[in-house]
């Protein structure tokens, strides 16, 4: 769950928590909604939506690259969306930050392969608008921002 709460749950040994505190949780409640459905797409369609993108890249400057590497590339991409869904389950967007998309930045940038990384999620990205409801791929797009922007920082 989302760290706010958490924390604030930890830290409340003997008292109640104050509006204040319980706003995280009445926040969580009201948007459960949305990230499961989001969560349950992006397990349905997970696939779908990867194999979109890598074909959408085939036809752009990156032929080659997908010729070459499109298996890692299809892996990578379902891992990362899995760790998205996940997040977005959880609604914790720290933890992706920390746990993925770190991790990622650094494996990107030792491998020099951080535009056809961009590229792939944007394109990703796109499959992920035309495919979902506009809640749920808004939700998706947030978290493939901070990767892409990641990515980015490493060039």
Known sequence: MNHTLLNSIRESDGRYLSDLELRPLAQFVASFDTRFKTYARLRADGETLVLNALRQLMVGSYRE???????????????TLECIAKAVLIDDPDGFMEEYVMWMQNITRALHKQD???AAYRSLQAQVLAALPEASAQLINSYLDKLIQALSDGL
């Open 65 to 79: 690259v997908v010729q070459a590497h499109g298996a890692k590339c299809r892996r990578d991409m379902l891992y």
């Open 116 to 118: 056809s990384a961009i």
